[in-house]
DNA sequence: AAAATCATGTGAGGAAATCTGACATGTTAT
DNA sequence: ATAACATGTCAGATTTCCTCACATGATTTT
C-alpha cells in the first residue's frame, strides 16, 4: 500500500458530512454496511467514521443502484473488481511506511484536490453554507 | 478560485477527526478560532466544521506556536501570506462555475491524496484502528 | 392476484460528541 | 511581582449518531 492509499482509507468523516457529499440517507448507508458493502471504521464511542475509499465506493453503489443493481449484484462486482485489483498490487514494490519528511514532502505539493465528490445537482443553492 | 480550491475550502471535519489530523485539543482550536486565526463554518446545529484549508492553518498555526509567534503574530503572519496571494489571485482567469462533469473528469482521475495531515509522531501506535 | 422480498422512511430511547462559559494553572513578558 | 498568554478542566445544555423496530411502496416470485 503506498502513502496515498493509507490516507484514502484512512477514516475521517462521521456520517454527517459523508451524506451530504453523496447524497445519501443515513438509513442507506446503514443498510449497504449491513449488505457488507462498505465496513466503515468505529470510533471508541462506536460512531461510524468514513475514510476516502468508503466514499467512494458509497458513490458507486449509488450509481448501481440508479442503474437498477441491487445488493447481491454489487456485492458480486465489488469482488469482481477486487480480483482484477490484486494481481497489480501483489507485483507492487513492498510495503513502505511513511517518514514524517515523506509526508511533509507529498503534502507541501498540491494535495487534496478533494475526492470524487458529487457536487449536489437537484438543489443547486444548497452547498452555499460550505464556502467562507 | 479554481475547482480544487473550492474543495479545499468546502467544510467536511467536525472537531473529532480535527484534533487527531492536528494533534491538536480542541481547546486549542476554539481558542485560535477565538483568535479569529481561522473560521470554520457551523452546522445548523452550531457545530463547528472545518475545510481542509483549515486544517492547512492551524499547522501552520501549531508549527509557529512552537517557534514562539504568539495569535498576534500569527494573524500578521496571515495576512501578509493574503497579501501575496491575491495580486495573483486577481490576475488569475475569472472564476468558472463547475459543471458537474468537470467534476467527474477531474475525480475520475487520482483524487484525494488526503491532505497536508500529519501523522502523528509522539505515538506511532495509536492509528492503528484507523485502518481495516 | 397474493405473497414475499427489497430498499428506504420514520420514530423512540439512549449514548456520544460538541457547544459555551467559567475558573484554574503554568509560562513568558513587563 | 504582576500581568498577559496559552491551555487544562469541569458543568450543563444541545446536537448528532446509535440500534432496533415497524411501516411502506415497488418489484419479483409463486
Chains 1, 2 share one sequence.
Request: net charge positive; no cysteine.
Amino acid at each position: 500500500m503506498t502513502g496515498s492509499n493509507i490516507r484514502r482509507s484512512m477514516p475521517l468523516f462521521p456520517i454527517g458530512p459523508v451524506m451530504q457529499l453523496t447524497e445519501l440517507t443515513a438509513r442507506q448507508i446503514r443498510y449497504y454496511e449491513e449488505h457488507q458493502l462498505i465496513s466503515p471504521a468505529r470510533t471508541d464511542g462506536n460512531r461510524r467514521m468514513f475514510s476516502l475509499n468508503d466514499i467512494d465506493k458509497l458513490l458507486e453503489v449509488k450509481d448501481l443502484i440508479d442503474q437498477g443493481v441491487n445488493m447481491a449484484g454489487i456485492k458480486h462486482l465489488f469482488a469482481l473488481k477486487n480480483q482484477e485489483a490484486n494481481p497489480i498490487l501483489k507485483a507492487e514494490k513492498t510495503e513502505r511506511e511513511l517518514s514524517n519528511d515523506d509526508v511533509r514532502r507529498l503534502l507541501r505539493k498540491e494535495i487534496v484536490q478533494a475526492g470524487r465528490f458529487n457536487l449536489p445537482t437537484s438543489n443547486p443553492g444548497n452547498m452555499n453554507r460550505f464556502f467562507h
